[in-house]
């Protein structure tokens, strides 16, 4: 029989920091990597991670949920978009990323890949 498995992102299974500016808590529950992403204000992928990545802009896709603050993303085509509490998203891999405001925005990613370079 199977049986439920729970995990806090509180006690998560690795901590990652981000290169500056945050960290991501990660968990892995029913063959799914969870990753709860704390995100400073002054943080933008381009700066932070775009040296770590080797890459021109993120090219991990992200399907989560916004808990608080707010987030500019770029598409590599231009178009952008705010995020902020309470949205839903799905974000296609090709964008930078920069945080608005002065409060940290924290980002449900339930999609995260295995490596999380943000």
Do not use: N
């Not at 960290?23 to 892995?28: G, H, M, P, S, T």
């Not at 999609?111 to 943000?118: F, G, L, Q, R, W």
């Amino acid at each position: 029989m199977a049986s439920i498995e729970v995990k806090h992102t509180d006690s998560p299974d690795e901590t990652r920091p981000f290169a500056d500016k945050g960290r991501a808590q990660v968990v892995r529950v029913g063959g799914t990597t969870i990753l709860r992403g704390t995100f400073e204000p002054g943080w933008r992928w381009s700066q932070h991670v775009k040296p770590l990545a080797g890459t021109e802009s993120c090219q991990a896709t992200h399907t989560g949920y916004v808990v608080s603050g707010r987030m500019h993303v770029q598409m590599d085509d231009g178009s952008a978009q705010q995020i902020g509490p309470g949205d839903a998203v799905s974000i296609p891999a090709g964008h930078d990323a920069w945080i608005i405001g002065g409060e940290p925005c924290v980002f449900i990613d339930f999609t995260a890949p295995d490596y999380v370079e943000h």
